[in-house]
Nanobody
Framework: QVQLQASGGGLVQPGGSLTLSCISSGRLDHYGIAWLRQAPGKEREKVLCISGMDGSTYWEDSMEGRFTISREKNTVYLQMNNLKPEDTAVYYC??????????????????WGQGTQVTVSS
């Protein structure tokens, strides 16, 4: 039903900050929205997830507490601080129609955006 598009990526120096946006074509009230990333030659990695029902956030144990997820209407944001070279990856947002961020499982019915490139380098 919903279509997602991630944007806001770019080149940033180590220690810098960047905010990504995930824009939805429809309301996200009933979807869990997750940020994930994948670097070349590496497996997909979970970043953060936010529930559409109550706004609860999940997966905070990852990213060393440097990232924050939030939602405003049909847009979900990922604020990234103190970026490191190892954060370099394509960042994707995905919608879980069952709104189950708590399970930590990427299901076959999730809807994906195209992703946006984040490069951390001096």
């Amino acid at each position: 039903q919903v279509q997602l598009q991630a944007s806001g990526g770019g080149l940033v120096q180590p220690g810098g900050s960047l905010t990504l946006s995930c824009i939805s074509s429809g309301r996200l009230d009933h979807y869990g929205i997750a940020w994930l990333r994948q670097a070349p030659g590496k497996e997909r990695e979970k970043v953060l997830c936010i529930s559409g029902m109550d706004g609860s956030t999940y997966w905070e144990d990852s990213m060393e507490g440097r990232f924050t997820i939030s939602r405003e209407k049909n847009t979900v944001y990922l604020q990234m601080n103190n970026l490191k070279p190892e954060d370099t990856a394509v960042y994707y947002c995905a919608a879980d129609p069952f709104d189950r961020c708590d399970l930590g499982i990427i299901g076959p019915n999730w809807r994906w955006g195209q992703g946006t490139q984040v490069t951390v380098s001096s």
